[in-house]
């Protein structure tokens, strides 16, 4: 009897045990949609209790997810953060991406948060059934919100709706009107500057003085790498503009060529490899996968030249300052093939998902963020307190440093800018008059020459050009290594051969094809 | 034990009889709520996705949700006969199964090995500490193996090269993290040390399951240590390998037993050993997930489990007929 009663209590137990475990089970088998509803359906009353309370109450609550591994804020905090919330009754709830796949693996699992900031899947953010469309929303909600006809051209998706509206673009008139101060960014080499004074400052006209200088440090200092390069995204920049290639799309003649089928592209890579086979770069440097593998040679002073930005050689100076080393950049020009064309269209835009829970306060967050006084408070700090205009009126005058990194981050600077701010904001922002960047950057400007059109030339999410143009990276990213690391120049040219053999079997000529016929499509909008 | 059956008995005595089947399973009620678990898992998680596998043969688009598996085109072979004209793909599935098979023939036998001789040792507390050491890398995830392998291999500022570079043993540093020749010597030595101990575990659970009996008599046989290894150790480990060898060949395309190609191949791989280094799995990842080409990516990874079913099947097949053991 003892044990009867003993065992009835195990079997409840185990099929308790049982029913629980698979019905979470299936809760998680298609949680992503279920769970979902339950959050946005318990949310709203919580905000129509806020909207129908007036605007004094609780801030809004809005998830934002920031595909941008790299993002230094992880939290909506600060002083900034603060002021932004008091001006729109929106407080943004973070998430920054672990890795560039999770933004693909959440939107095919109908996982999305309210907000999303993304620069690399605009072709599949930029739909019906993942977003609300801005034209609607702003019909709505926000009727006062204007979008110029420059941004129209450039944002408006295949549908002919607006999803997003990119930052860091800025219409001809806002060019022109801080020529001065809103300096591009391109692709910079920074240096050690007691070195090349130790050196003796030589003479940097042409590409083989360039050669000659790492020449000088690798005999001079032969514990020291002449040439580290930032892994991820700048490593060939410097190099392309001074042979005057591009790695994407072309403009030669008014038709589009791709960078593989220029002579020049070649050129350049030969150069590097023979940069590589004088023993000025190591083959590691190409297998590092965060910009900090690079940093860090530069930081501890076993590296000479940095690879990287126009704005390089301070940022560096400000990050090692421990060190005390002190860098300065290269001229921009070392080539009369020099070319640098800005196909800017703006780079991250924010989404508004349909799994908002706050569509008119998100709305109105964007307008905002887009506004001058948004873009200026986000990107720049709170007027009065953190800036002042400079007596020319042209650019702030920064109360903190503008440029550190660490004071950004507490106060929650800059970054937000990134969300809407246009691009003459965000560069006007950087220029300080007399700093070598500002000296770079001028440079840099001076050169560059502007076609949108090229940058509205992108493929389609799953169209059969966007499989083509995937391949075609991916090839160039499993195969450069090989040109880049042969060991001989005859070895370096048939690999290059080698590739662009490949990439015209891939499609290369569809692609470019396709190309010229959506150019003549998007040159028309701008002509307008 | 008895007592609770007869009691049993009585109770159901007083119920009617009418269907046996479900008498027997009232009875064995706790035990079959187990399997049924277990079934209820399979029929969740492996089962019920394999609708999915739609994918493969549609023009499917993730934006269409669940729903567009079943309503969108139909386009055939399309992705597979993509994926084989890919220019990469010979290099893949050469890739895919020298990796495999390196792993299976390498590292299957070390934890039998490494159990057999913790086995011999009579040292309990050395017993036990090489034990431990050895299965603790078990625990690293392979993110952090990643990061200690440059601190250990990087011609830079790895360990290693400042170590055999001091000594003066080497003029250059080795290329161990770039050199696409070394990437399989690397994945297969990296994943022995990481699994090989936990290996280990199964197999002195076996080695302990064989009877003292049988050592007493061989050592009165007047057999030597080796002879004992090799006349009762290892046949008493017998089922217990060829469980784990079948096991390992039907997810040897996954790195069998120590697994991790995957990981292996999409952290440790770069631009410069990206010859040796590419998978089927990290191309299914590239290629189709990371482009959101999930229709590509399934017809890849449905491949890759054709082969492993054939794999599994033939090797429970041969198993049998070789030893007579095998999984069903």
């Given amino acids: ?528 | 034990m008895k007592e609770a059956i007869t009691v049993n008995r009585i109770n159901s005595a007083a119920v009617p009889t009418q269907d046996t089947l479900a008498r027997r399973f009232r009875k064995q009620i706790s035990l079959q709520t187990f399997v049924l678990l277990g079934m209820a898992f399979l029929l969740v998680f492996s089962f019920a996705p394999l609708f999915g596998i739609l994918m493969a043969f549609k023009d499917y688009s993730i934006s269409t949700g669940i729903k567009g598996i079943f309503t969108s085109e139909w386009v055939g072979l399309r992705y597979f006969h993509e994926m084989t004209g890919d220019y990469m793909f010979p290099t893949l599935v050469r890739n895919t199964i020298v990796i495999s098979l390196l792993k299976l023939v390498i590292s299957f036998p070390v934890p039998i090995l490494l159990a057999i001789m913790i086995n011999e040792v009579r040292n309990s507390i050395l017993k036990r500490f090489v034990q431990t050491v050895s299965y603790l890398p078990h625990f690293i995830s392979w993110v952090v193996v990643v990061g200690m392998s440059y601190a250990f291999f990087s011609t830079e500022y790895g360990l290693l090269n400042n170590a055999l570079m001091s000594l003066g043993l080497i003029g250059q540093p080795l290329d161990i993290l770039t050199d696409p020749n070394s990437f399989w010597g690397l994945v297969v030595g990296s994943a022995i040390w990481k699994e090989a101990g936990w290996w280990t575990i199964i197999f002195l659970a076996a080695i302990a399951g064989v009877d003292p009996m049988l050592y007493e008599a061989a050592e009165m046989d007047g057999a030597g240590r080796l002879k004992r290894i090799w006349h009762v150790t290892l046949p008493g480990m017998k089922s217990a390998i060829i469980v784990v060898l079948i096991l390992s060949i039907g997810s040897m395309l996954g790195g069998g037993m120590v697994g991790s190609n995957f990981e292996q191949s999409m952290l440790l791989g770069n631009s410069i050993n990206s010859e040796k280094s590419q998978i089927i799995q990290t191309y299914a990842f590239n290629a189709g997930l990371a482009e959101g080409r999930f229709a590509f990516a399934t017809m890849i990874d449905l491949v890759q489990s054709v082969i492993s079913v054939i794999l599994i099947l033939s090797s429970n097949f041969i198993a049998r007929r070789v030893s007579g053991t095998g999984l069903y």
């Fill in chain 1, 1 to 528: 009897m003892n044990k009867k009663a003993l065992k009835k209590p195990s079997i409840l137990a185990t099929t308790l045990l049982a029913t629980t475990l698979l019905v979470s089970a299936c809760s998680g088998n298609n949680g992503g949609s279920s769970s979902n509803t339950g959050n946005s359906t318990a949310t709203p009353t919580n905000t129509a209790e806020n909207t129908g309370s007036g605007s004094t109450t609780e801030p809004v609550t809005l998830d934002l997810f920031v595909d941008q591994t790299w993002w230094p804020l992880k939290d909506w905090s600060g002083q900034v953060p603060e002021e932004i919330t008091k001006r729109t009754g929106v407080k943004l709830n973070i998430t920054v991406a672990t890795d560039d796949k999770q933004l693909p693996l959440m939107i095919a699992s109908g996982d999305l948060p309210d907000l999303v900031a993304t620069a690399a899947q605009h072709a599949r953010m930029a739909d019906s059934k993942l977003s609300f469309d801005w034209n609607g929303l702003i019909e709505k909600y926000a009727p006062d919100f204007k979008i110029d006809s420059e941004n129209v051209a450039v944002n408006t998706a295949s549908d002919g709706k607006i999803y997003t509206v990119r930052n860091n673009f800025s219409t001809k008139e806002e060019w022109a009107a801080n020529k001065e101060t809103a300096l591009l960014m391109g692709a910079g080499i920074s240096v050690r500057e007691d070195i090349l004074n130790e050196l003796g400052n030589p003479q940097l006209k042409t590409l083989d003085d360039l050669t000659n200088l790492f020449q000088s440090v690798k005999d001079k200092y032969p514990d020291m790498i002449p040439l580290v390069l930032n892994p991820p995204n700048w490593h060939r920049g410097y190099f392309e503009q001074n042979f005057g290639a591009a790695s994407g799309l072309n403009d030669v003649d008014g038709k589009l060529v791709h960078g593989l089928h220029l002579p020049a592209n070649k050129e350049m890579y030969l150069y590097m490899n023979g940069l590589y086979r004088k023993g000025f770069i190591k083959a590691e440097n190409y297998a590092y996968k965060s910009e900090d593998q690079g940093k860090q040679l530069m930081y501890s002073g076993k590296g000479f030249a940095y690879a990287w930005t126009t704005q390089g050689s301070d940022r560096l100076t400000l990050d090692a300052k421990d060190s005390g080393y002190k860098f300065i950049n290269l001229p921009m020009k070392l080539s009369d093939n020099y070319k640098s064309v800005n196909t800017g269209v703006g780079w991250q835009g924010v989404y508004i998902t349909k799994n908002n829970k706050d569509p008119e306060a998100s709305i109105k967050l964007m307008q905002f963020l887009r506004s001058e006084e948004g873009q200026r408070l986000a990107m720049w700090g709170i007027e009065g307190k953190n800036w002042n205009m400079s007596a020319d009126n042209k650019y702030p005058e920064f109360t903190y440093n503008h440029l550190d990194d660490s004071q950004r981050k507490e106060k929650g600077v800059y970054y937000w800018g990134l969300l809407a701010g246009s691009a003459t904001t965000e560069l006007t922002g950087s220029f300080v008059p007399g700093t070598d960047s500002t000296k770079t950057g001028q440079e840099y400007t001076a050169l560059t020459t502007f076609n949108s059109a090229i940058g509205l030339v992108v493929p389609g999410a799953d169209s059969q050009e966007q499989v083509i143009k995937n391949n075609i990276d991916n090839l160039v990213k499993n195969e450069e290594a090989k040109v880049l690391l042969a060991t001989s120049e005859e070895a370096a040219s048939k690999a290059y051969d080698t590739m662009v053999a490949q990439a015209d079997k891939m499609g290369l000529g569809k692609y470019e094809e396709w190309a010229n016929s959506k150019y003549e499509e998007v040159k028309k909008n701008f002509q307008q």
